[in-house]
């Protein structure tokens, strides 16, 4: 293992003991945990001879600059937020490249045709507040204030998380990138997925990202003692969800083959063993390829829902929080990337759609976008168990090496 293999893989083990939770790896957007994560990414971009800035939301942003005139920006980056019980490589593995990537460009003295940007993208997941994709929203200049009213689990609004730790709300129209300023964007990621390890390859393209939509349902019902309300005489919050979660399910098995519909967060009160269940707030995420397609399904499961709601007269709401169409990487990037992939001797090459969404999404409403990814172990992901050998992060780094330097050629 080389150095610089050593580094990456010492400040990935370093970033995953940064956690709220004693117990496993979870660092939302805007807590403790997360600004510690913040402070560390700083000194880690000073350290690559970075000009280093913490955002209005939290994005921490190195930048290597051009002497040209009128230079434009290329963008590496990813984010340093996880989901719950995290594993130690989505998002960080991006960022911990990204840097290395730009301190190899500064360690030779690289003449840029363009101001290189490292972004350290503060909220990906959405796990607090429901807003994927929310640090990169602000280089893309596509934050929308709304957000700032949506409250997490606690009740603590978004511009409070923001005004906590990371700066005022006005300031975040100024953090953007302006649409004709961009080059391009690349973010190397973890598949998350099992083809890399079926087809055992390190590395691969991504052709595009599916279109994704979520959902807050919400059901409500009439709280009463679970022991004296005869069966017909309920208006169980809870029986209705799960009808309907169960409906998720079927129709995500009916379309497999370019569906998928997950249910992964549930409040519920009064969540007492003893009293019927009288509000239930569950999360609804579903995928494809197919935006248009995806847009039917979310009408579908939508009219379902009324359908129990009234059967079972139960209260719903239907809260779409983020709809991204599906995106389709830049060709041009992606022969780039190809022929940088052939140069450093890896002779297959494949493409592939990716399920998980990634920043790459947001970004690509304002610059055209590429991505790689690496092989991680039996494609588990958003789980400890997580994990990208050196060897195929070693290879990553050459490849997005070699790709740089293909772009300062072409740009120069
Ligand atoms: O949910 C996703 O696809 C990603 O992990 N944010
Ligand atoms: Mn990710
Ligand atoms: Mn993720």
């Not at 600004?35 to 209005?56: H, I, P, Q, R, Y």
């Not at 003295?109 to 363009?114: D, Q």
Request: proline share 3%.
């Amino acid at each position: 293992m080389n150095n610089r293999t050593e580094r990456i893989t010492k400040r990935l083990e370093q970033l995953s003991l940064i956690s709220d939770d004693d117990k496993c790896l979870s660092r939302f957007f805007g807590t403790p945990a997360h600004n510690e994560a913040k402070n560390l990414l700083m000194t880690w971009m000073e350290a690559a001879g970075l000009l280093v800035f913490c955002d209005s939301l939290g994005n921490v942003r190195g930048v290597l600059k051009s002497n040209q005139q009128n230079a434009k920006h290329f963008v590496i980056g990813s984010h340093y937020d996880t989901v719950y019980n995290a594993g130690n490589f989505d998002g960080p593995l991006g960022i911990i490249l990204g840097i290395e990537i730009a301190q190899r460009l500064k360690e030779n003295n690289t003449e840029l045709p363009f101001h290189l940007n490292i972004a350290c993208f503060s909220d990906e997941e959405g796990s607090r507040f429901n807003t994927a994709y929310l640090g990169s929203s602000v280089l893309a200049g596509n934050f929308d204030t709304d957000w700032l009213l949506r409250t997490d689990d606690c009740n603590v609004t978004l511009s409070e998380a923001i005004e906590t730790y990371y700066g005022n709300v006005e300031a975040i129209s100024n953090d953007k990138i302006l649409e004709g300023d961009w080059l391009g964007y690349y973010e190397i990621h973890i598949e998350q997925g099992p083809v890399l390890c079926k087809e055992n390859l390190p590395i691969c393209l991504v052709s595009n990202i599916a279109s994704q939509i979520r959902v807050e349902v919400t059901w409500e019902g009439i709280s009463a003692h679970a022991g004296t309300s005869p069966m017909y005489l309920r208006d169980d919050a809870l029986c209705a969800a799960s009808e309907f979660i169960l409906e998720v399910e079927k129709t995500g098995q009916k379309h497999q083959e370019k569906l998928v519909g997950t249910v992964g967060k549930m409040n519920m009160l009064s969540n007492t063993s003893n009293v019927i269940p009288a509000f239930v707030c569950h999360s609804l995420d579903i995928r494809s390829a197919d935006s248009d397609f995806l847009i039917e399904i979310q009408d579908q499961l939508q009219h379902k829902a009324i359908e129990i709601s009234k059967k079972r007269n139960i209260k719903l709401s239907w809260k779409v929080m983020q709809m991204n169409p599906a995106v389709i990487c830049d060709s041009h990037l992606k022969d780039v990337l190809r022929k940088s992939i052939k140069k450093v001797g890896i002779d297959k090459s494949i493409e592939i759609t990716s399920g998980a969404g990634h920043d790459a999404v947001m970004i690509s409403k304002v610059a055209p976008v590429s991505m790689l990814f690496v092989r991680c172990t039996d494609g588990i992901s958003h789980n400890p168990e997580e994990y990208a050998s050196p060897e195929d992060i070693e290879v990553a780094l050459k490849v997005s090496d070699q790709f740089l330097d293909e772009l300062i050629k072409e740009f120069n």
